[in-house]
């Protein structure tokens, strides 16, 4: 019966069309055809690996004191914060943040577009009408970052800063919940990827319009 060959740098006994394959080679050559695959067409999603360097400072709530360490984080902000908020009904980090605006600090906020539409208390409107701007993100179903970049754009300085964890901007997130908070300074790589990501998820939101009143 008729034979072929599969070429070099594979057995070398020939093939012959009808022959049974076992099940290992089998998985063998679909976990091959998977990989090249997957590194194809997904390589390009997964991001490198960052240097591990500078301070980690976690704080967990209740028992910690999640809510006042951010706020004495955006008072130690020398240019810029930004901010991706799920949610934001906390009064102390509201007021810190038109505290540094008032102070000249460059400050630009991303917000769920659902909870400030229709969650109750927010603090959104406060902010705008305090002259921050605010952009409501619309691509996801939830945008549920919780982050805060301190002078991002001087990432190697000593102030800049990420602060991320599972901790909402609420005042119930600090007093009831159980979250964890981590605030990285010393990290220029880090800040710059967090910065990266804020303008790209900028780019895909809508600014956020003030209701008119009723009269």
Known sequence: SPSTSLGTGLSKRPFRFGARISTSSMRTGLF?????AGTLFFGSAFAA????????E????????????????????????????YLLTSRPMAYALIEAKRRGIDVQVLADRE??????RSLIPQLVANGIPVWLEVRYAIAHNKIIIVD?????????SVITGSFN????????????LLILRGNPA??????????????????????????
């Not at 900028?202 to 003030?210: G, K, L, T």
């Open 115 to 120: 909870m400030v539409e229709n969650g109750e």
């Open 152 to 160: 991002g754009d001087m990432p190697a300085s000593a102030g800049a």
């Open 58 to 85: 976690p704080i967990f709530t209740p028992d910690g004191d999640a809510e006042g360490a951010i706020v004495r984080a955006l008072r130690e902000a020398r240019r810029s914060i930004r901010v991706q908020a």
């Open 169 to 180: 901007f609420t005042r119930s997130a600090q007093t009831r919940n159980a979250e964890n």
């Open 32 to 36: 091959g055809i998977f990989l090249v």
């Open 49 to 56: 690996p960052l240097p591990a360097t500078g301070t980690v």
């Open 190 to 215: 880090l800040v710059k990827a967090y910065r990266d990501n804020w303008q790209r998820h900028r780019a895909d939101a809508v600014a956020y319009q003030r209701p008119q009143r009723k009269d």
